[in-house]
């Protein structure tokens, strides 16, 4: 009886196996569908890239996607939608994924070599992950013949410029600062594709520009994209006279009209008067000059003798060592530089303007400062100075210079810029300090000490006295 059951498995395995391959070969698989939209699309206007995972009964976790990160744009995700279907009495549940994606110069972009992960139920309650590769696609970026000599090329469907220009004080006078603010506004484009505009620096006035801020805006119900770029600058006048800052202006591809638009912002004079609380500097320096030419040639007539030798002597130099005199000249000229560039001379701006003073001036030395001081990186702020230095005091010193500046009469603060240098000098040694322990500590080896169980050279291991 054994041996018939046998026999009559042998004969039923044939027709059974075939059934159960058919059943493994038939089990539902995920479905991936990529697909971007427009094919052809302005240089900085957005490609949609579509990316629609499906998997058997229902997902266990959200697949897990690439980036889409393409060189040369900018991609910026958009809303997810579920979507739900059934395909041959399977049911299937997945989620539509959306990609905005920004070229930003002309030429082919394409998407490739990327994978997803899909974990799903396949036989509820098993799971089962799957790795898809998603298809390869692309999509050309142009920018329209018309607009080919816009440098730099901007396409948006509205953009609008504006400028503000904020002085100190009505009648402008040496020692006075206006600021320059330019903000342009765009729509269908992010911010950062927005053209800079650079305040230009101008003869008689120190200029201060501040980081552009950007700003964008998405409308969560229609992923509409609006964008802000703000671009200012501080002018500290140094001297009178009449000053004309620069008209701007900005040209633009305007997509849903096909044209050129240009936008143009005015020319703003300013009259600097003489500041009659500062010396006059002219009539100083011009007796200054007339007295020192004159002690020069009272000093040659009476000392003829020593000064034709030192002419002599200089002549001889001269001839004789023409590339040791321009060698010298070059490193001393290069220590200047390097020394103008520095953060010592920054500081001692700091302290002279400190001791004059002046709280505008200062309050400027003090920025200017900050750039070069490399423990306030990488902001270079006051606030990164309060946040690294952590002194109350310094933080009540800067806060009085800052409402004797930008506060009414009547709420100016107690403002010594004795104190405030003070402050600034101890946090300055103590920060400079704590970045030398650390550098220290970084080129420390990483083991100090041997590791265990091997003899130093030169020692001999006892053995326990017992």
Do not use: C
Not at 173 to 178: I, L, Y
Not at 190 to 196: D, K, Y
Not at 270 to 280: G, H, Q, S
């Amino acid at each position: 009886m054994r041996y018939l059951r046998i026999a009559i498995a042998l004969l039923l395995l044939p027709s059974a196996a075939p059934r159960v391959f058919a059943q493994q070969a038939t089990a539902p698989e995920p479905i991936l569908n990529v697909s971007i939209d427009p094919a052809r699309v302005v240089v900085g206007q957005k490609a949609l890239l579509r990316v629609e995972v499906m998997a058997p009964n229902y997902m266990t976790s959200p697949p897990e996607l690439p980036g889409f990160q393409v060189r040369n744009a900018v991609t910026r995700q958009l809303q997810n939608v579920n979507t739900n279907d059934e395909r041959n009495g399977i049911s299937y549940a997945g989620v539509r994924f959306e990609f905005a994606i920004y070229p930003q110069e002309p030429g082919a972009y394409a998407i490739s070599d990327q994978k997803l992960t899909v974990r799903y139920a396949a036989e509820p309650p098993a799971t089962r992950e799957t790795v898809l590769a998603v298809p390869p696609v692309a999509f050309e970026a142009f920018i329209p013949d018309a607009a080919s000599a816009l440098h730099p090329f901007v396409a948006a469907s509205r953009l609008s410029a504006e400028q503000t220009v904020q002085r100190s004080s009505e009648q402008l006078k040496s020692g006075d600062a206006v600021t320059r603010t330019v903000t342009i506004k765009a729509e269908g484009l992010p911010a950062m594709l927005l053209p800079p505009q650079t305040l230009v620096a101008i003869d008689g006035m120190a200029l201060y520009p501040a980081q552009p801020s950007l700003q964008d805006h998405v409308d969560g119900r229609t992923d509409a994209m609006t964008s802000t770029r703000i671009d200012s600058a501080t002018y500290m006048l140094q001297r009178p006279g009449n000053y004309i800052l620069p008209a701007i202006d900005i040209a633009w591809w305007n997509t849903d009209s096909g044209k050129i638009e240009r936008i143009h912002l005015d020319e703003v004079p300013l009259a600097v008067a003489a500041n009659p609380a500062e010396p006059m500097a002219g009539g100083a320096t011009g007796q200054g000059t007339r007295w020192s030419v004159n002690g020069i040639v009272d000093l040659v007539a009476e000392h003829w003798l020593v000064a034709l030798l030192a002419f002599i002597v200089l002549a001889a130099i001269a001839w004789f060592a023409p590339r040791a005199s321009r060698i010298v000249a070059a490193n001393w000229r290069r220590r200047r530089a390097a020394y103008l560039q520095s953060e010592e001379f920054s500081f001692d701006q700091l302290r002279h303007a400190a001791r004059g003073g002046d709280a505008r001036a200062t309050y400027f030395a003090l920025l200017d400062w900050l750039q070069r001081f490399e423990p306030a990186a990488p902001d270079h702020t006051i606030h990164s100075l309060k946040a690294a230095a952590k002194d109350a005091e310094l933080d009540s010193e800067l806060r009085s210079m800052e409402r004797q500046l930008f506060a009414p009469p009547a709420g100016a603060g107690d403002w010594s810029p004795r104190r405030l240098l003070r402050r600034v000098k101890l946090a300055r040694r103590n920060l400079r300090r704590q970045a030398v322990a650390v550098s220290a500590r970084r080129q420390l080896p990483s083991e100090i000490n041997p590791a265990g169980g091997v003899a130093l050279p030169g020692r001999i291991r006892r053995l326990p006295a017992r």
